[in-house]
């Protein structure tokens, strides 16, 4: 399993929790007849749809941003296509509530029950017992590189300390030393 401090771990963690929420409120609009709640509830699935795929776009920055030297983050190109990967589905999750929700406001609820069997479905929902294998063995290696980067994380705030201390050491000096030139006559 992937390691927790991998920072896109956590944010897809996040984001996943905020779609599986998307997922429970758009089960509710789609099986709610009270105009006033459907109301309400597409106004929180909207909501939901912009903030999500707020999210999503800033984690795809990111990625764009260590896809430039995967090296130096601790991934490979892999590892890139299969975040980039991730983000597609879920914008395209996303997208899909967002439509139907618009959509269907005036809709009845028999209409929509094929675009929630479709904004329900999972991706790669049917692996093989292989694909399970390399799964494991990507997680297996994502965690090992997880564990490589918290160790660059540690060195390299080590070094920040150290270049604080400098700095510090260094703009002390430099004020003793302005306090001497104006203590001269």
């Known amino acids: 399993m992937p390691s927790a401090q991998d920072p896109f771990y956590v944010v897809k963690q996040e984001i996943q ?3 599986d929420k ?3 409120t758009f089960h509710q609009w789609e099986n709610t007849a009270d105009v006033g709640e459907r109301s309400s509830l597409s106004k929180e699935v ?3 749809c912009e903030s999500i ?6 984690l795809d920055k990111a990625i764009s941003v260590a896809a430039r030297d995967p090296s130096w ?5 892999v590892e890139v296509e299969n975040r980039r990967k991730w983000t597609s589905d879920a914008r ?16 009845n609820n028999a209409s929509l029950s094929g675009m929630h069997r479709e904004l329900m479905r999972l991706p790669s929902s049917h692996q093989t017992t292989s694909n399970q294998y390399a799964a494991q063995d990507n997680d297996d290696f994502i965690e090992s590189e997880s564990d490589r980067q918290m160790l660059l994380i540690k060195r390299q705030d080590e070094e920040l300390d150290e270049l604080s201390l400098s700095v510090q050491r260094i703009g002390g000096v ?3 030393i302005h306090e001497e030139l104006l203590a001269q006559p």
């Open 22 to 24: 998307l997922k429970s």
């Open 73 to 77: 983050y601790g991934i490979d190109e």
């Open 17 to 19: 929790e905020s779609i």
């Open 46 to 48: 909207l909501a939901s």
């Open 53 to 58: 795929a707020w999210q999503v776009d800033e």
């Open 174 to 176: 430099g004020l003793t």
């Open 92 to 107: 395209t999750q996303v997208n899909k509530a967002k439509r139907t929700v618009e959509a269907g406001k005036g809709s």
